[in-house]
């Protein structure tokens, strides 16, 4: 399983600078529904191990921050990690976008870019980017795509100079 990119360094500060013990940070993580043991914040803080993705991102809610941070990133530079700092899991943005998970995250996994018109504005949409960074994140020219909108219904209105 890929691990996202982890700063242990930004996660010790943070933790610090709230004032809470790794102990208070796995209570509040089980609170969140991700259960984790003191042992594993120390290694996480150590650089010996890096939080899951659903890990990272009850962590950055624990300590009141963006996954971003704890990432230890400028800026995303690939398709997952434009993900991960909208806190989105593969499953949930496929769903978002209305593409099939595995097709998603072969995309991620290839770093390339396959989707119809209407998943690549919903993914624009969705992870707050612009064409061209999708470019960048996918290495290769995402043509615009144009979405045709639904036809809309007639609305029906009444004469009202009677």
Wanted: aromatic letters at 6%; one cysteine or more.
């Amino acid at each position: 399983m890929n691990r996202p990119p982890f700063s242990p360094d930004i996660a010790r500060s943070a933790r610090q600078d709230l004032g809470l013990s790794p102990h208070q940070v796995t209570e509040q993580m089980n609170v969140y529904g991700v259960v984790v043991d003191i042992p594993l914040v120390h290694a996480w803080e150590a650089g010996e191990y890096r939080p899951t993705e659903e890990e990272l991102f009850a962590l950055a809610d624990v300590l009141w921050c963006r996954a971003k941070d704890l990432m230890g990133i400028e800026s995303p530079r690939t398709l997952t990690e434009h993900r991960l700092v909208r806190q989105f899991s593969t499953d949930r943005l496929a769903r978002s976008i209305g593409m099939d998970t595995a097709q998603y995250e072969r995309a991620e996994e290839t770093n390339s870019w396959s989707g119809d018109g209407q998943q690549t504005s919903a993914l624009l949409r969705v992870l707050d980017l612009t064409l061209r960074q999708l470019t960048q994140a996918t290495g290769q020219p995402v043509a615009p795509q144009p979405v045709i909108p639904r036809q809309s219904r007639p609305t029906w209105s009444r004469d009202r100079s009677r």
